[in-house]
Protein backbone atom coordinates (compact mmCIF):
# COMPACT_ATOMS: atom_id res chain seq x y z
CA UNK A 1 0.00 0.00 0.00
CA UNK A 2 2.63 2.65 1.25
CA UNK A 3 4.72 1.32 -1.65
CA UNK A 4 2.70 1.15 -4.83
CA UNK A 5 -0.33 2.33 -4.10
CA UNK A 6 -4.16 0.66 -3.22
CA UNK A 7 -4.69 -3.37 -4.05
CA UNK A 8 -7.10 -1.65 -6.82
CA UNK A 9 -4.70 0.55 -8.26
CA UNK A 10 -2.53 -2.84 -8.89
CA UNK A 11 -5.10 -3.79 -11.47
CA UNK A 12 -4.88 -4.04 -15.34
CA UNK A 13 -7.84 -5.77 -16.88
CA UNK A 14 -10.91 -8.33 -15.18
CA UNK A 15 -12.51 -10.86 -17.07
CA UNK A 16 -15.82 -10.64 -15.63
CA UNK A 17 -19.67 -12.42 -15.55
CA UNK A 18 -22.11 -10.15 -15.71
CA UNK A 19 -26.24 -10.41 -14.22
CA UNK A 20 -26.85 -10.71 -17.79
CA UNK A 21 -24.68 -13.79 -17.77
CA UNK A 22 -22.71 -12.53 -20.49
CA UNK A 23 -18.60 -12.79 -20.76
CA UNK A 24 -16.98 -9.20 -20.66
CA UNK A 25 -13.18 -7.85 -20.31
CA UNK A 26 -13.02 -4.37 -18.19
CA UNK A 27 -10.13 -2.05 -18.57
CA UNK A 28 -9.33 1.48 -18.16
CA UNK A 29 -10.43 1.28 -22.13
CA UNK A 30 -13.06 -1.06 -22.72
CA UNK A 31 -15.98 -1.30 -20.46
CA UNK A 32 -14.24 1.42 -18.55
CA UNK A 33 -17.08 1.81 -16.01
CA UNK A 34 -17.37 -1.56 -14.95
CA UNK A 35 -13.89 -1.55 -14.45
CA UNK A 36 -13.90 1.58 -12.31
CA UNK A 37 -16.85 0.11 -10.67
CA UNK A 38 -15.58 -3.33 -9.48
CA UNK A 39 -12.67 -1.94 -8.29
CA UNK A 40 -13.68 -0.32 -5.13
CA UNK A 41 -17.20 -0.62 -5.57
CA UNK A 42 -17.57 -3.73 -3.15
CA UNK A 43 -17.31 -7.08 -4.03
CA UNK A 44 -20.73 -9.15 -5.33
CA UNK A 45 -22.10 -6.29 -6.29
CA UNK A 46 -21.52 -5.75 -9.86
CA UNK A 47 -20.47 -8.88 -11.28
CA UNK A 48 -18.89 -12.31 -10.53
CA UNK A 49 -15.04 -12.01 -11.48
CA UNK A 50 -13.16 -15.24 -13.36
CA UNK A 51 -9.23 -13.87 -13.64
CA UNK A 52 -7.55 -10.55 -13.26
CA UNK A 53 -4.42 -9.16 -15.16
CA UNK A 54 -2.09 -7.33 -11.79
CA UNK A 55 0.77 -5.36 -11.78
CA UNK A 56 4.29 -7.09 -11.20
CA UNK A 57 6.34 -5.12 -8.73
CA UNK A 58 10.17 -5.66 -7.55
CA UNK A 59 11.16 -7.03 -4.61
CA UNK A 60 11.24 -5.54 -1.59
CA UNK A 61 13.44 -5.65 2.02
CA UNK A 62 11.35 -5.70 5.06
CA UNK A 63 12.24 -4.99 8.68
CA UNK A 64 10.06 -6.20 11.36
CA UNK A 65 10.05 -5.67 14.60
CA UNK A 66 7.12 -7.04 17.69
CA UNK A 67 7.28 -4.88 21.01
CA UNK A 68 4.62 -4.58 23.81
CA UNK A 69 4.62 -2.55 26.72
CA UNK A 70 2.25 -1.84 29.76
CA UNK A 71 1.33 0.41 32.48
CA UNK A 72 2.44 -1.72 35.09
CA UNK A 73 5.09 -0.12 37.12
CA UNK A 74 5.29 3.14 35.37
CA UNK A 75 1.68 3.55 35.88
CA UNK A 76 -1.54 4.79 33.43
CA UNK A 77 -0.68 8.59 32.50
CA UNK A 78 3.03 7.47 32.26
CA UNK A 79 1.63 4.97 29.16
CA UNK A 80 -0.72 7.45 28.08
CA UNK A 81 2.00 9.64 27.32
CA UNK A 82 4.19 7.02 25.93
CA UNK A 83 1.45 5.81 23.39
CA UNK A 84 0.79 9.72 22.76
CA UNK A 85 4.56 10.25 21.76
CA UNK A 86 4.24 6.90 19.52
CA UNK A 87 0.37 8.22 18.11
CA UNK A 88 2.22 11.97 17.15
CA UNK A 89 4.76 9.72 15.87
CA UNK A 90 2.62 8.05 13.05
CA UNK A 91 2.48 10.88 9.98
CA UNK A 92 6.39 10.51 10.08
CA UNK A 93 5.98 6.65 10.20
CA UNK A 94 3.72 7.40 7.04
CA UNK A 95 6.23 9.75 5.01
CA UNK A 96 9.07 7.31 5.62
CA UNK A 97 6.58 4.41 3.75
CA UNK A 98 5.82 2.05 6.21
CA UNK A 99 3.00 0.81 8.30
CA UNK A 100 2.11 -1.07 11.60
CA UNK A 101 -0.57 -2.63 13.03
CA UNK A 102 -1.44 -2.65 17.23
CA UNK A 103 -3.07 -2.78 19.84
CA UNK A 104 -4.07 -0.76 22.73
CA UNK A 105 -6.26 -2.65 25.56
CA UNK A 106 -7.47 -2.43 29.21
CA UNK A 107 -7.47 -5.42 31.74
CA UNK A 108 -10.70 -5.30 33.37
CA UNK A 109 -9.64 -7.03 36.10
CA UNK A 110 -6.26 -5.17 37.23
CA UNK A 111 -6.81 -2.13 35.28
CA UNK A 112 -3.41 -2.74 33.44
CA UNK A 113 -3.42 -0.80 29.87
CA UNK A 114 -1.26 -2.65 27.13
CA UNK A 115 0.57 -1.70 24.11
CA UNK A 116 1.05 -4.55 21.49
CA UNK A 117 2.98 -3.68 18.31
CA UNK A 118 2.08 -7.08 16.32
CA UNK A 119 4.31 -5.80 13.68
CA UNK A 120 5.95 -2.90 12.70
CA UNK A 121 6.37 -3.45 9.08
CA UNK A 122 9.28 -1.38 7.36
CA UNK A 123 9.54 -1.71 4.05
CA UNK A 124 12.81 -1.22 2.20
CA UNK A 125 14.60 -0.33 5.56
CA UNK A 126 17.37 -1.95 7.08
CA UNK A 127 17.37 -3.02 10.60
CA UNK A 128 19.58 0.35 10.90
CA UNK A 129 17.27 2.40 9.51
CA UNK A 130 14.63 1.37 11.55
CA UNK A 131 16.23 1.53 14.74
CA UNK A 132 17.02 4.87 13.60
CA UNK A 133 13.34 5.80 12.66
CA UNK A 134 11.69 4.73 16.24
CA UNK A 135 14.72 5.40 18.04
CA UNK A 136 12.63 8.66 19.61
CA UNK A 137 9.62 6.85 20.61
CA UNK A 138 12.17 3.89 22.72
CA UNK A 139 13.78 7.07 24.26
CA UNK A 140 10.89 8.61 25.27
CA UNK A 141 9.68 4.95 26.68
CA UNK A 142 13.16 4.53 28.87
CA UNK A 143 12.72 8.59 30.14
CA UNK A 144 9.30 7.32 31.60
CA UNK A 145 10.33 4.40 32.97
CA UNK A 146 8.62 2.18 30.70
CA UNK A 147 9.62 -1.31 30.55
CA UNK A 148 9.40 -2.91 26.87
CA UNK A 149 9.84 -6.30 24.99
CA UNK A 150 11.14 -5.93 21.73
CA UNK A 151 12.17 -8.66 19.07
CA UNK A 152 13.49 -6.82 15.74
CA UNK A 153 14.19 -8.91 11.98
CA UNK A 154 15.38 -8.13 8.50
CA UNK A 155 13.96 -10.34 5.35
CA UNK A 156 15.05 -9.72 2.10
CA UNK A 157 11.72 -10.21 0.77
CA UNK A 158 8.21 -9.46 1.91
CA UNK A 159 6.76 -13.01 1.76
CA UNK A 160 8.81 -14.46 4.79
CA UNK A 161 8.42 -11.68 6.56
CA UNK A 162 4.06 -11.40 6.51
CA UNK A 163 4.67 -15.26 7.64
CA UNK A 164 6.87 -14.48 10.65
CA UNK A 165 4.53 -12.02 11.88
CA UNK A 166 1.14 -11.50 10.40
CA UNK A 167 1.24 -15.56 9.22
CA UNK A 168 1.88 -16.35 12.88
CA UNK A 169 -1.91 -14.79 14.05
CA UNK A 170 -5.13 -16.85 14.53
CA UNK A 171 -6.91 -14.87 12.57
CA UNK A 172 -10.87 -16.86 13.36
CA UNK A 173 -13.71 -16.73 11.01
CA UNK A 174 -16.54 -15.56 12.70
CA UNK A 175 -17.52 -15.46 16.19
CA UNK A 176 -20.09 -14.36 18.58
CA UNK A 177 -18.51 -12.86 21.81
CA UNK A 178 -17.39 -9.72 20.01
CA UNK A 179 -18.97 -7.16 17.13
CA UNK A 180 -16.39 -5.52 15.63
CA UNK A 181 -16.36 -1.32 13.56
CA UNK A 182 -13.72 0.69 11.86
CA UNK A 183 -12.82 3.73 11.06
CA UNK A 184 -10.54 5.48 8.29
CA UNK A 185 -8.75 8.55 10.28
CA UNK A 186 -7.58 11.33 8.03
CA UNK A 187 -4.08 12.88 8.38
CA UNK A 188 -5.87 16.52 8.96
CA UNK A 189 -6.67 14.71 12.36
CA UNK A 190 -2.84 15.03 13.00
CA UNK A 191 -2.13 18.59 11.20
CA UNK A 192 -4.14 20.54 13.31
CA UNK A 193 -3.56 20.01 17.10
CA UNK A 194 -6.49 20.82 18.40
CA UNK A 195 -8.23 18.50 16.27
CA UNK A 196 -5.09 15.82 17.19
CA UNK A 197 -5.89 16.51 20.31
CA UNK A 198 -9.46 15.53 20.52
CA UNK A 199 -9.14 12.51 18.25
CA UNK A 200 -6.65 11.25 20.67
CA UNK A 201 -9.02 11.83 23.60
CA UNK A 202 -11.48 9.86 21.66
CA UNK A 203 -9.35 6.85 21.07
CA UNK A 204 -8.38 7.00 24.69
CA UNK A 205 -12.07 7.17 25.67
CA UNK A 206 -12.74 3.88 23.42
CA UNK A 207 -9.74 2.48 24.60
CA UNK A 208 -11.71 2.65 28.02
CA UNK A 209 -15.38 1.00 26.86
CA UNK A 210 -14.22 -1.14 23.93
CA UNK A 211 -13.23 -4.62 24.76
CA UNK A 212 -9.85 -3.87 22.58
CA UNK A 213 -9.01 -1.34 20.01
CA UNK A 214 -6.48 -1.76 17.40
CA UNK A 215 -4.98 0.54 14.32
CA UNK A 216 -2.77 0.58 11.51
CA UNK A 217 -0.32 3.65 10.98
CA UNK A 218 -0.91 3.73 7.24
CA UNK A 219 -1.24 6.29 4.04
CA UNK A 220 -1.48 4.35 0.50
CA UNK A 221 0.56 5.47 -2.65
CA UNK A 222 -1.84 7.42 -4.50
CA UNK A 223 -1.84 6.89 -8.69
CA UNK A 224 -1.31 10.15 -10.58
CA UNK A 225 -4.54 9.39 -12.19
CA UNK A 226 -7.21 7.70 -10.31
CA UNK A 227 -9.49 5.39 -12.75
CA UNK A 228 -10.87 3.38 -10.06
CA UNK A 229 -13.73 3.63 -6.96
CA UNK A 230 -11.35 2.91 -4.12
CA UNK A 231 -13.31 4.86 -1.28
CA UNK A 232 -11.53 8.52 -1.49
CA UNK A 233 -11.11 8.06 2.35
CA UNK A 234 -8.67 5.99 1.53
CA UNK A 235 -6.75 8.31 -0.60
CA UNK A 236 -6.30 10.74 2.43
CA UNK A 237 -5.56 8.14 5.47
CA UNK A 238 -2.78 7.80 8.11
CA UNK A 239 -4.86 5.15 10.04
CA UNK A 240 -7.30 3.28 10.67
CA UNK A 241 -8.92 2.29 14.21
CA UNK A 242 -11.26 -1.29 14.59
CA UNK A 243 -12.72 -1.48 17.58
CA UNK A 244 -14.58 -4.39 19.39
CA UNK A 245 -17.44 -3.96 21.67
CA UNK A 246 -17.98 -7.47 24.26
CA UNK A 247 -21.04 -9.24 23.74
CA UNK A 248 -22.10 -10.20 27.41
CA UNK A 249 -25.84 -11.73 26.87
CA UNK A 250 -25.79 -14.11 23.48
CA UNK A 251 -29.12 -13.07 23.43
CA UNK A 252 -30.81 -10.32 20.56
CA UNK A 253 -31.44 -7.52 23.40
CA UNK A 254 -27.77 -8.64 24.41
CA UNK A 255 -26.63 -8.50 21.17
CA UNK A 256 -28.11 -5.29 20.09
CA UNK A 257 -26.87 -3.60 23.39
CA UNK A 258 -23.30 -4.40 22.32
CA UNK A 259 -24.09 -3.06 18.81
CA UNK A 260 -25.44 0.18 20.15
CA UNK A 261 -22.45 0.62 22.55
CA UNK A 262 -20.23 -0.02 19.56
CA UNK A 263 -21.72 1.99 16.92
CA UNK A 264 -22.65 5.20 19.56
CA UNK A 265 -20.31 4.86 22.13
CA UNK A 266 -17.28 3.41 20.81
CA UNK A 267 -17.02 4.63 17.61
CA UNK A 268 -19.50 7.50 17.42
CA UNK A 269 -17.15 10.15 18.93
CA UNK A 270 -14.45 9.09 16.59
CA UNK A 271 -17.06 9.11 13.63
CA UNK A 272 -17.53 12.87 14.45
CA UNK A 273 -14.42 13.97 14.55
CA UNK A 274 -13.47 12.31 11.64
CA UNK A 275 -16.19 13.64 8.47
CA UNK A 276 -13.92 13.01 5.83
CA UNK A 277 -13.11 9.61 6.71
CA UNK A 278 -14.88 6.48 6.52
CA UNK A 279 -14.69 2.79 7.08
CA UNK A 280 -14.14 -0.14 5.18
CA UNK A 281 -16.45 -3.38 4.36
CA UNK A 282 -14.08 -5.92 6.25
CA UNK A 283 -14.53 -5.61 10.40
CA UNK A 284 -17.26 -3.07 9.49
CA UNK A 285 -20.14 -1.74 11.86
CA UNK A 286 -22.76 -4.38 10.99
CA UNK A 287 -25.07 -1.12 11.74
CA UNK A 288 -22.78 1.63 10.31
CA UNK A 289 -24.79 5.36 10.20
CA UNK A 290 -24.93 6.38 6.51
CA UNK A 291 -22.73 3.88 5.10
CA UNK A 292 -23.30 4.78 1.45
CA UNK A 293 -21.05 7.62 2.77
CA UNK A 294 -19.07 5.66 5.07
CA UNK A 295 -18.14 3.05 2.35
CA UNK A 296 -17.69 4.78 -0.64
CA UNK A 297 -17.78 8.47 -0.21
CA UNK A 298 -18.56 11.02 -2.95
CA UNK A 299 -18.28 7.56 -5.27
CA UNK A 300 -21.55 6.49 -4.54
CA UNK A 301 -23.97 8.17 -6.82
CA UNK A 302 -22.04 7.05 -9.96
CA UNK A 303 -21.04 3.50 -8.76
CA UNK A 304 -25.01 3.47 -8.42
CA UNK A 305 -25.84 4.35 -11.77
CA UNK A 306 -23.23 1.77 -12.65
CA UNK A 307 -24.94 -1.07 -10.83
CA UNK A 308 -28.52 -0.13 -12.56
CA UNK A 309 -26.57 -0.38 -15.88
CA UNK A 310 -25.39 -3.67 -15.45
CA UNK A 311 -27.21 -5.38 -12.89
CA UNK A 312 -30.92 -3.80 -13.72
CA UNK A 313 -32.80 -6.32 -11.62
CA UNK A 314 -30.43 -6.80 -8.56
CA UNK A 315 -29.52 -10.29 -9.05
CA UNK A 316 -26.72 -9.36 -7.05
CA UNK A 317 -27.12 -8.56 -3.49
CA UNK A 318 -24.76 -7.61 -1.04
CA UNK A 319 -25.67 -6.25 2.87
CA UNK A 320 -24.85 -2.96 2.89
CA UNK A 321 -23.67 -3.00 -0.88
CA UNK A 322 -24.21 -0.77 -3.47
CA UNK A 323 -27.65 -0.29 -4.56
CA UNK A 324 -28.53 -2.80 -1.37
CA UNK A 325 -30.91 0.20 0.21
CA UNK A 326 -33.84 -1.62 -2.04
CA UNK A 327 -34.02 -4.45 -0.17
CA UNK A 328 -34.27 -5.34 3.53
CA UNK A 329 -34.14 -9.24 5.01
CA UNK A 330 -36.95 -9.99 7.29
CA UNK A 331 -35.10 -12.39 10.04
CA UNK A 332 -37.32 -11.24 13.41
CA UNK A 333 -35.87 -10.40 16.49
CA UNK A 334 -31.77 -11.24 16.10
CA UNK A 335 -30.82 -7.85 17.75
CA UNK A 336 -28.64 -6.53 14.47
CA UNK A 337 -29.77 -7.37 11.25
CA UNK A 338 -28.42 -10.63 9.74
CA UNK A 339 -28.60 -12.25 6.40
CA UNK A 340 -30.60 -14.99 7.77
CA UNK A 341 -34.66 -14.35 6.47
CA UNK A 342 -36.22 -13.50 3.34
CA UNK A 343 -35.12 -10.76 1.24
CA UNK A 344 -38.08 -8.65 0.42
CA UNK A 345 -38.12 -5.75 -1.67
CA UNK A 346 -38.48 -2.36 -0.11
Sequence with gaps: MQLFGMGADQVVALEVVTASGRFVTATPTTNSDLYWAMLGGGGGTFGVVTSAVVKVHEKVAVTTSVFNFTSA????????????????????????????????????????????????????????EFDALTKPLFDKLRSLNISYNQQTAHYETFYPAYQATFGTLDFHIGGYTVTPGNR?????????????????????????????????????????????????????EA????????????????????????????????????????????????????????FWGSNYPRLLEIKKKWDPTDLFY?????????????????GVQTQDGKLCRV
Design 73 to 128: GAGPEKFWEGFRFFWDQMPHYNDEKTYSWFSVRKDRTSGIYTFSMAPFFATNKTVA
Design 184 to 236: LLPKENWADPSLNNQTFQAVRNAVEVAYSVSAYHQSPANPDKIINSVNPAFRH
Design 239 to 294: SMLVATSFISDNTPSGIETANRKLTNEILGPIRKLTPTGGAYGNEADISEPDWQQS
Design 318 to 334: VWHGVGSESWYIDDGER
